[in-house]
């Protein structure tokens, strides 16, 4: 059965060994983020021990679709190396004698990192979307995946891995792009609000233009609750674009016909 879902972004400087000075620091702009998405994931610890995990698959070079429908089990086993360290983190478990996957998607990689902070006793598996996945796609991804799991006997939470515009600032990783602003701001008051229609009405090739990565994962976020009476009950941790990208942590709970929160 789903009980909470949570939206965390996915830049590697959350994990203190990638990010230097800052990333160590317990102050500062790393440390205020880091302590809401260890926050968000502290939620679905709290009512799961067994988390599905969503994110967007990159695409591969000329191809589009990446690792689309991939889904990684939860004896996946990954390493940060490509981010600067060999710090290896897992969806399930103790990692210290598995392989590790030298190729592990990063919303896969933050995901283990978080479980192991916050709940290393969890399993996780991972189920990624296209980055260019269809707003109808979109939809059915997460209202299937939320038919999957109120079958279940258990209670499951969701953890979505995705980011907002990266377009957002001179230094920003896509430079400035001024229509970007606009548009996240947007997006920031659907995600508060957990707006299923304004997500599910996002411009698909406008947030492709000003690299809005987090696109499909934020409306198959819609999709989860899309059978609900009434659009989710959301408390948001952090909504920011500290370098230039958005990053927004949140909390979503299924509201009962009434408004009562379950």
């Not at 059965?1 to 702009?29: D, K, R």
Request: some cysteine; charged content about 20%.
């Amino acid at each position: 059965m789903f009980c909470v879902a949570s939206l965390v972004p996915s830049p590697p400087v959350l994990v203190p060994e990638l990010g230097g000075a800052a990333g160590a620091s317990a102050e500062g702009t790393v440390a205020e983020l880091r302590a809401a998405v260890l926050r968000a994931a502290g939620e679905l610890a709290a009512r799961a021990s067994r988390w599905i995990v969503v994110g967007v698959a990159e695409p591969e070079e000329g191809s589009g679709g990446g690792d689309s429908g991939r889904v990684i089990g939860s004896d996946a086993v990954g390493t940060f190396r490509g981010y600067g360290v060999d710090l290896r983190v897992g969806l399930s478990g103790v990692v210290a004698e598995r392989v590790a996957d030298p190729m592990l998607p990063l919303p896969a990689l933050i995901a283990g990192w978080l479980r192991e902070q916050v709940a290393p006793e969890v399993t996780a598996e991972c189920r990624l979307i296209s980055a260019d996945a269809s707003v109808d796609e979109s939809l059915t991804f997460g209202r299937q995946l939320r038919a999957d799991l109120d079958a279940e006997p258990e209670s499951i939470a969701v953890l979505v891995v995705g980011d907002g515009a990266a377009t957002l600032s001179l230094k920003a990783p896509r430079y400035l792009d001024e229509r970007a602003a606009g548009v996240q701001e947007a997006i920031d008051r659907a995600l508060n609000a957990g707006d299923r229609q304004a997500l599910a009405a996002l411009d698909t090739r406008l947030c492709a233009e000003i690299e809005v990565a987090g696109r499909p994962a934020y409306q198959v976020l819609a999709g989860l609750f899309a059978t609900d009476p009434a659009d989710p009950d959301v408390e948001t941790l952090y909504a920011a674009h500290p370098f230039g990208v958005a990053y927004h942590v949140s909390v979503w709970r299924p509201r009962a016909r009434g408004g009562a929160v379950t």
